[in-house]
């Protein structure tokens, strides 16, 4: 069993950044997988990086890419967000969630285990 939560959202303006950060409780946080989504009103929720299971690299979004960082610290049992560049675009509640695959972590369906979510709300 496995359970995250994530922290860190609020209101920016446009150009800003902020810091998301998922804290996982369980054992062997190593294995899995950690990945963020995000859900705007009206849309469905979409992929946004993942930091993969034992020593993987990132995965980003194209949305992401370049703007976003995705980091880890597995003594500390935590994944940060840092997003910077920020858009009205990126408004949307962020979730963290925890996969023990190796693939297809870009489909939600791919995750087991969700937080509750953390708004994001960026002003132009």
């Known amino acids: 069993q496995l359970r995250v939560v994530e922290s860190g959202g609020g209101l920016v303006q446009a150009g800003g950044s902020l810091s998301l950060s998922c804290a996982a409780s369980?054992?062997?946080?190593?294995?899995?997988?950690i990945g963020w989504f995000r859900q705007a009103p009206g849309a469905e929720r979409e992929f946004v990086a993942v930091?993969?299971?034992?020593?993987?690299?990132?995965l980003y979004a194209d949305s992401a890419k370049g703007r976003f960082t995705i980091s880890r610290d597995n003594a500390k049992n935590t994944v940060s967000l840092q997003m910077n560049s920020l858009t009205p675009e990126d408004t949307a509640i962020y979730y963290c969630a925890a996969s023990p695959a190796d693939y297809a972590l870009e489909r939600s369906r791919s995750y087991g285990y969700w937080g509750q979510g953390t708004q994001v709300t960026v002003s132009s």
């Open positions: 369980g054992r062997n946080f190593v294995i899995w997988a």
């Open positions: 930091s993969r299971r034992d020593g993987g690299g990132p």
